[in-house]
């Protein structure tokens, strides 16, 4: 199937640019894209030589196996101290709509997802204002009490580090007490664009760019593992949008600790930049493709349905997605309040191995680190 891909890419190059033609040769020739090779293929290239040549790298790293997991979420509050323009997530304490679970309650959600196989327990919420190091740590180890088999994905960079600084500990030493609570490893969320101009008009208070990076790298240099996101779609440039690969591709290539990375389309509703709009599903499945292609040192490209859809999962298997995230069984609210299609995220093994078979690979349920179950 590869070399067929390759083949039907090098006749539809030539009704490309020189400059695409160019770019997707070195790709073929398994040389590396540089900043402005991807800046024009998600301006310029062609829908079809995306699919074709993000497919052929996609066979390359995953053949026709496209991922899945059996995974819960917990969210432990809502309550931030932090006010993102895009974030139609977050309330303020004792405000209608917003929470803040107990220990038992986590317990009782966490016990609750070990007792029906549940592999992964996805813990991510609002950065509570009261909260430090030993409140992230009790939450660490009252699933792992309940759930001793199951790996906690656990806290956002941009939580980690508003409790480290409320604690004034580093990164390091918060991480290696996270970790000795029993944390598995950390999501990627909190991302969005690294670029300054773009954090500062979206969301101004949290950690910069940098800050995001550091955390995970340290996280890295401790032996654990990570996934990273971009959040698209709203006020960044084409050129930002590279850059924010880039940087990402350098920190892979000095730790190799992330897992996968996951473009997140923005979603316009219940948000203080809710009248921008949102980009099409054309540039969405561009953006996917070009991250394939870019980030050639990722083992994994996610297509996070909540957040896309399940009538589009499908789609994302063209452009370059090999894993589809996992069951959630309704149990995260972050795209829901954003408008986001799937109002009770929920989809069932059976399902998953249908609309990967109807796109032509084959499902493979894996653990949090890639092993296939």
Excluded at 215 to 220: F, G, N, P, Q, Y
Excluded at 268 to 296: C, F, K, Q, W
Excluded at 343 to 367: T, W
């Amino acid at each position: 199937m590869r070399e067929q891909k390759a083949a039907l890419l090098r006749g539809q190059l030539k009704a490309e640019s020189a400059g695409v033609r160019e770019a997707l040769e070195r790709v073929l020739g398994g040389q590396r894209l540089r900043e402005e090779d991807g800046e024009m293929l998600l301006e310029e290239a062609g829908l079809g030589v995306l699919s074709l040549a993000s497919t052929w790298v996609r066979l390359e790293r995953s053949g026709v196996k496209a991922f899945y997991n059996r995974n819960r979420h917990i969210e432990p509050t809502n309550v931030c101290c932090y006010q993102c323009r895009f974030c139609a997530y977050r309330g303020d304490e004792g405000a209608v709509g917003s929470w803040k679970l107990d220990l038992a309650e986590i317990r009782r959600q966490a016990e609750e997802a070990a007792g029906v196989g549940v592999r992964e327990i996805h813990i991510t919420g609002g950065a509570y204002p009261g909260w430090g190091v030993s409140d992230l740590e009790q939450i660490v180890r009252a699933v792992r009490e309940v759930a001793p088999g199951v790996h906690i994905k656990a806290f956002s960079a941009v939580e980690l580090i508003a409790a480290f600084r409320r604690d004034g500990v580093g990164n390091r030493e918060g991480l290696m007490r996270l970790q000795e609570a029993g944390l598995s490893s950390i999501p990627g969320g909190g991302a969005e664009i690294f670029a300054e101009r773009v954090r500062k008009e979206i969301c101004p208070e949290k950690c910069t760019g940098a800050e995001w990076l550091e955390l995970h790298r340290a996280w890295h240099e401790l032996g654990g593992r990570s996934n990273a996101t971009m959040l698209f779609g709203h006020v960044e440039s084409r050129a930002e949008r590279v850059d924010h690969l880039e940087r990402l591709r350098r920190l892979q290539d000095a730790t190799r600790g992330f897992n996968s990375f996951i473009p997140l389309k923005y979603r316009a509703g219940g948000n203080a930049m809710g009248i921008r709009g949102e980009v099409p599903l054309v540039d969405v499945l561009r953006t996917y493709a070009v991250s394939a292609l870019y980030l050639d040192n990722f083992p994994h490209i996610k297509a996070y349905w909540p957040m896309l859809g399940k009538e589009n999962l499908e789609l994302s298997l063209a452009f370059g997605a090999d894993d589809l995230d996992g069951t959630i069984d309704d149990t995260t609210r972050i795209y829901s309040l954003a408008g986001a299609e799937e109002q009770r995220p929920r989809i069932g093994v059976e399902e998953f191995r249908a609309l990967v078979r109807r796109a032509g690979y084959v499902a493979v349920e894996r653990d949090s680190e890639y092993n296939e179950v």
